[in-house]
């Protein structure tokens, strides 16, 4: 497995989302469970997670417990980065609610350190600006949490170029991600990329293949993506994750699963090299 880097840490340059194990369409455990470690068995070592990614209201950080158990389970979970993230809420309704006071990721962080049980989360990543909420305060969070020693490395997602900035300075120069929606079918996320290649950080692309109900039509919302997968005998969405390697070393995607045949699919898209006619097709569709 080829890797890269989120701060000090060698992580599979290929991820795992976890949130379509439970959310909205999600299966029984035993087919997440399957999934995660078939993701392990292929070599991947980061998992990307979130308290929020739950249906029901009494079931905050189910995606997490699910995680913790299956890494558990497994000879190599001690391998893996987990990358929780706080400030988003499910209140139960199917609506995604924000939440990002101090007081909130500081309460939401103590929770996932007892969900995963561990003595410092990996990577956490505040999940998305509050508009009722100062963004300094939220990452200043953020940084206690680093301070205290309760995470290891921290985030954020959903930020545009001036609060990756921000987040930066407030973070005292130890911010090493930035997560946003980047795939085919959205790629304004764009400047934010390339800022983290200038700053020397992960970016992080979410939803990569579309999202959950649109990633299996990839091939055929997109021509070109379809007829380089043919020419490589691989999957669309291997090449679509191929692309987005190929645009900097500091992109590691995150494509989500809840099948243990479509992660082992994404992550053999490490090994997939595009040629430069082919990357400049892609670009421009
Ligand atoms: N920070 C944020 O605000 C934010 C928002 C959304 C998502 N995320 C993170 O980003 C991750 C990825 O996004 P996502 O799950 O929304 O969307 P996605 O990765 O674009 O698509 C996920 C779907 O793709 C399918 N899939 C995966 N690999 C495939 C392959 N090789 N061939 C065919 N189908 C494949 C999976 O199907 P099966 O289910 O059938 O396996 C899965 O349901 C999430 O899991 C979550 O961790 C973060």
Same mark, same amino acid.
């Given at each position: 497995?080829?890797?890269?880097?989120?701060?000090?840490?060698?992580?599979?340059?290929?991820?795992?989302?976890?949130?379509?194990?439970?959310?909205? $369409? /999600?299966?029984?455990?035993?087919?997440?469970?399957?999934?995660?470690?078939? %993701?392990? *068995?292929?070599?991947?070592?980061?998992?990307?997670?979130?308290?929020?990614?739950?249906?029901? @209201?009494?079931?905050?950080?189910?995606?997490?417990?699910?995680?913790?158990?299956?890494?558990?389970?497994?000879?190599?979970?001690?391998?893996?980065?987990?990358?929780?993230?706080?400030?988003?809420? /499910?209140?139960?309704?199917?609506?995604?609610?924000? *939440?990002?006071?101090?007081?909130?990721?500081?309460?939401?962080?103590?929770?996932?350190?007892?969900?995963? $049980?561990?003595?410092?989360?990996?990577?956490?990543?505040?999940?998305? =600006?509050?508009?009722?909420?100062?963004?300094?305060?939220?990452? $200043?969070?953020?940084?206690?949490? !680093?301070?205290?020693?309760?995470?290891?490395?921290?985030?954020? &997602?959903?930020?545009?170029? *001036?609060?990756?900035?921000?987040?930066?300075?407030?973070? $005292?120069?130890? !911010?090493?991600?930035?997560?946003?929606?980047?795939? =085919? #079918?959205?790629?304004?996320?764009? =400047?934010?990329?390339?800022?983290?290649?200038?700053?020397?950080?992960?970016?992080?692309?979410?939803?990569?293949?579309?999202?959950?109900?649109? #990633?299996?039509? !990839?091939?055929? @919302?997109? %021509?070109?993506? %379809?007829?380089?997968?043919?020419?490589?005998?691989?999957?669309?969405?291997?090449?679509?994750? #191929?692309?987005?390697? #190929?645009?900097?070393?500091?992109?590691?995607?995150?494509?989500?699963?809840?099948? =243990?045949?479509?992660? /082992?699919?994404?992550?053999?898209?490490? *090994?997939?090299?595009?040629? &430069?006619?082919?990357?400049?097709?892609?670009?421009?569709?």
């Amino acid at each position: 497995m080829h890797t890269r880097r989120i701060g000090d840490v060698e992580v599979s340059a290929i991820g795992l989302g976890g949130m379509p194990m439970s959310i909205e $369409g /999600r299966p029984e455990e035993a087919r997440s469970l399957a999934t995660i470690h078939a %993701a392990l *068995d292929a070599g991947v070592t980061l998992i990307d997670t979130a308290d929020a990614y739950h249906l029901k @209201a009494g079931e905050v950080g189910h995606n997490e417990t699910l995680i913790a158990k299956a890494l558990a389970s497994h000879e190599r979970g001690a391998d893996v980065l987990v990358a929780t993230k706080g400030g988003h809420l /499910r209140p139960g309704d199917g609506s995604w609610t924000l *939440d990002g006071s101090p007081r909130h990721i500081k309460e939401a962080c103590e929770a996932s350190l007892r969900r995963l $049980g561990v003595e410092a989360i990996g990577l956490y990543q505040f999940h998305r =600006p509050d508009p009722k909420v100062p963004y300094a305060e939220s990452v $200043g969070a953020v940084r206690d949490l !680093l301070d205290e020693g309760k995470i290891r490395m921290a985030g954020v &997602s959903n930020a545009d170029p *001036d609060q990756i900035r921000l987040a930066g300075e407030i973070l $005292g120069g130890r !911010l090493v991600s930035v997560q946003n929606q980047f795939s =085919p #079918a959205f790629r304004s996320s764009e =400047p934010e990329l390339r800022l983290c290649d200038e700053l020397g950080i992960a970016f992080l692309p979410w939803s990569p293949l579309g999202g959950i109900s649109r #990633a299996s039509e !990839l091939g055929s @919302a997109y %021509a070109p993506f %379809a007829r380089i997968a043919e020419a490589h005998g691989v999957s669309p969405q291997q090449v679509c994750l #191929a692309w987005m390697l #190929a645009k900097s070393p500091v992109v590691v995607p995150i494509p989500g699963s809840s099948r =243990p045949e479509t992660i /082992r699919d994404s992550v053999a898209a490490a *090994d997939l090299k595009l040629t &430069s006619e082919e990357i400049a097709e892609l670009d421009a569709v």
